[in-house]
Antibody
Framework: QVQLVESGGGVVQPGGSLRLSCAAS????????MHWVRQAPDKGLEWVAF????????YYADSVKGRFTISRDNSKNTLYLQMSSLRAEDTAVYYC???????????????WGQGTLVTVSS | DIVVTQSPDSLAVSLGERATINCRSS????????????LAWYQQKPGQPPKLLIY???TRASGVPDRFSGSGSGTDFALTISSLQAEDVAIYYC?????????FGQGTKVEIK
């Protein structure tokens, strides 16, 4: 069964930075696009970013464009989200999710990690 | 962006009864070249990540009980639980992946009456 384990969450001050990681296992990580999706406390789901299987294409939500950077290291089976200029409204559980499309562009969110909580507060 | 709206926001159904959640997109998510609707449904139980239930509007994900079914095309879709079980208490989300950004409905909370 696919396994996705997020880490790196915590409390950070407004304007600060944080890097999230997602360790993937039990599937061919280098063949699939990956997403970050977030959920503010007691709120709905918001897609954050997508990266193609080889890192050649990246897409971002307008709410994070220019502040967040998605990346991946296929040699380490790890997905990253570098977050900077953090705001209170970025407070959320951040999930990494696997796309089902082998070698192709994004579709839906086939498998999800358990999430890591990011709290932006002074 | 495509806006996705679910109705109702919450519903309470008796055990064994049918539950239906509706989902409407602000523009069609049917891709004419392959005749596929780019719509998925997820289930989220308290304290857990979302779980994929349905993709391509009507295809059940692996391991999903057959009491869950998806229907609809174009802009109007539905998720039906044919016989509600206690373990189905959750929030359900629909999501379009026809265009970037992928967008979710606001969620529908399903409870036992």
């Amino acid at each position: 069964q696919v396994q996705l384990v997020e880490s790196g969450g915590g409390v950070v001050q407004p304007g600060g930075s944080l890097r999230l990681s997602c360790a993937a296992s039990r599937f061919t990580f280098s063949g699939y696009g990956m997403h970050w999706v977030r959920q503010a406390p007691d709120k709905g789901l918001e897609w954050v970013a997508f990266i193609l299987y080889d890192g050649s294409n990246k897409y971002y939500a307008d709410s994070v464009k220019g502040r967040f950077t998605i990346s991946r290291d296929n040699s380490k089976n790890t997905l990253y989200l570098q977050m900077s200029s953090l705001r209170a409204e970025d407070t959320a559980v951040y999930y990494c999710a696997k796309d089902p499309n082998y070698g192709g562009n994004f579709e839906y969110f086939q498998y999800w990690g358990q999430g890591t909580l990011v709290t932006v507060s002074s | 962006d495509i806006v996705v709206t679910q109705s109702p926001d919450s519903l309470a159904v008796s055990l064994g009864e049918r539950a239906t959640i509706n989902c409407r997109s602000s523009q069609s998510v049917l891709y004419s070249s392959n005749n596929k609707n780019y719509l998925a449904w997820y289930q989220q139980k308290p304290g857990q990540p979302p779980k994929l239930l349905i993709y391509w509007a009507s295809t059940r994900a692996s391991g999903v009980p057959d009491r869950f079914s998806g229907s609809g095309s174009g802009t109007d879709f539905a998720l039906t639980i044919s016989s509600l079980q206690a373990e189905d208490v959750a929030i359900y989300y629909c999501q379009q992946y026809y265009s970037t950004p992928p967008t979710f409905g606001q969620g529908t909370k399903v409870e036992i009456k």
